[in-house]
């Protein structure tokens, strides 16, 4: 019993001494605890710092990579844009090396053109030396043929071209109507607007291709132009040269026969020379007294030709109009010749075509114009003959002589539809046949008119309303109306229209007066009237004045049969009448005019009423100025 007590009391002392070793245990416990707790906190926080080191590390290098990015894109868009410069500049070198090439080349073509022209120029003047009458009727012959059949081309080129523009302005003009109608149907709100935007956008893109067809010509086309230019002027030269030289033997040699032929050799290079002065392209007014003078050589050779077939001599009178002839077709040889020296390879005769101001050869024609005084004037019987000038003014010679006023009074009189304002005396034409006060004025659209007034009478001889008319927008029938109201209105009546020309944008109305139903033709008014602007721009009427006179038609001795009688088989007769027609030297014959066709050409013969002799015979050719009587 007592022994299990004192075991108890053994233990119970044990577990006492043992409990406090427990406790320091667990103290120590906790106190290791608490310093993992703090190791881990500062475990942790070293690795977020870590972590955040390595990621704006990481993010530092991203921004570096992306400027480095930067820099190569920057880099490439660099020498792309030098690569680019490189190319453009290398197109240019190449582009300007090809233009130098094509200049090259179009001179060196223009060269071995000319050289080549030259060549057979020389040789065909070689041929006309030594080639017999039958050859060189057949040649004449043939070169007529070719010629013709180049201007039926021409025209039917021509008439192609106007049938393209007129359908080319219908479609405009449906278009443009389709467009209205779209317009007015989208109108209201903003339907109207988105149109109009429409309309100008189709307007635009017409404009450019206009632009686009006119500016963007073939190289070819501008050398075929460069080198008829070119062609058109030597072989002027060329003609001019030869008609000095036969002129020259005309005035010195005294057998008929030989006068003949170099008469009809006249008759050939003037005719010619005309060809190649009318493609030219200058101004009519540049070359209009130059063209005069060409043509009168042709007529008047003609006439001395024609003369010494009917038996007759050549008068004093008649040499020393071939004196005066010479020297002025020697000045113009001369002024030919230095011009043609002037230019040199570098010359481009496409600017000839373009009509630039200040070009060598235009500027040369104006020079010549200006020397139209020195021109002769010749009386004899022709198409383009002075044969009005006779010694008195027929028409004004019994009328009452003006004052300068009044001079201005009947040019404000005579051009009162036009707006004219600014009416001045600019100089007076003295010691000719017909006197004149030389009016100007000016309409409301700033273009000069200037006009002739005769001292006596106050009669309009002739004026020039000069503008570019460019579109023929006038009907020939209204074109004549027009001009019939203005010839009325200036005072000449009782005129009838003969002969119209048209030349495609100008239509020339000749006026004759009528006596008895009988057309007197030395009684000629010429009036031009402009088809775009719808009005007379020009007037010559020296004709009339010279020859107008109150006339009394004799009785035919030839019956109109036995007139027609006379008219070649070869001429299918369509129409017929009685008209007086001028011969020579202020002498008037009563003749029959036939008109008829023969293998498609038209012709106009005349009868003598009374021999029935054939007085002349005339042929209308068709040019690109329009139907001339030939």
Known sequence: MEKSKKNSAIEKT?????????????KNNNVKTSEVVREENAEKKKNAKLAKQRARKRAERKKLQQREEKKRIALEKREEKRRLALEKKEQRKNAMIERKNAEKQRREDI???????????????DALKHESKEQRAKRLLIEKNKKLEIKREKLAERARK?????????????????????????????????????????????????????????MDEYLAVSTKEQQSFYDL??????????????????????????????????????????????????????????????????????????????SSDDISTLKDMLKVNSALRLSLSELASQIDENYDFQSLFEGKEGDIIISKFKE????????????????????????????????????????????????SSYGVKDIELVGETTGEIIETYNVEGVDENGVTITAQITKK???????????DCNEDVTSIEKSVEIATEFVEKVGYKALKPVWTADSGNVITVNFASIVDGVICYPDLVKVNVCRERGVVSGLEASSYIYNHVSRTVEKASVSLSQ??????????????????????????????????????????VYIDAKTGKEVDVFKVIETTEGLLLM
């Open 237 to 314: 030269v060329g003609y001019v040269d030869a008609i000095d030289v036969n002129l020259s033997k005309l005035v010195v040699s005294k057998d008929d026969e030989n006068r003949q032929k170099l008469l009809g050799d006249v008759r050939v290079q003037s005719s010619l020379a005309t060809e190649s002065i009318s493609s030219l392209s200058i101004k009519d007014e540049d070359k209009y007294y130059t063209t005069k003078f060409i043509n009168q050589v042709n007529d008047f050779s003609k006439y001395l030709s024609e003369k010494l077939i009917d038996g007759e001599k050549l």
């Open 457 to 467: 009478g106050g009669k309009l001889v002739e004026f020039n309303y000069y503008k």
């Open 14 to 26: 044990e577990k006492l001494a043992e409990t406090p070793t427990k406790k320091s245990t667990a």
């Open 368 to 415: 010549l114009e200006s020397n139209a005084v020195d021109y002769p004037h010749m009386i004899y019987d022709g198409a383009f003959s002075d044969g009005t000038t006779a010694k008195t003014a027929k028409y004004i010679e019994n009328m009452q002589e003006i004052s300068k006023a009044q001079a201005q009074e009947e040019f404000k009189k005579y051009f």
């Open 162 to 218: 106007r049938q393209e523009q007129a359908e080319e302005r219908r479609q405009k003009r449906e278009l443009y109507a389709k467009e209205r109608r779209e317009r007015r149907e989208k109108s209201r709100g903003i339907g109207g607007w988105l149109a109009a935007v429409i309309s100008l956008g189709c307007a635009v893109l017409v404009l450019g291709g206009l632009l686009a067809f006119t500016v963007f010509t073939p």
């Open 111 to 125: 060269k071995r053109l000319k050289l080549q022209k030259k060549e057979e120029r020389l040789k065909r003047r």
């Open 563 to 604: 007139a027609k009688s006379k008219v070649s088989e070869e001429i299918s007769v369509e129409t017929s009448r009685l008209a007086i027609i001028p011969k020579g030297e202020g002498k008037e014959v009563l003749a029959y005019e036939f008109t008829g066709k023969a293998d498609g050409s038209t012709y106009y």
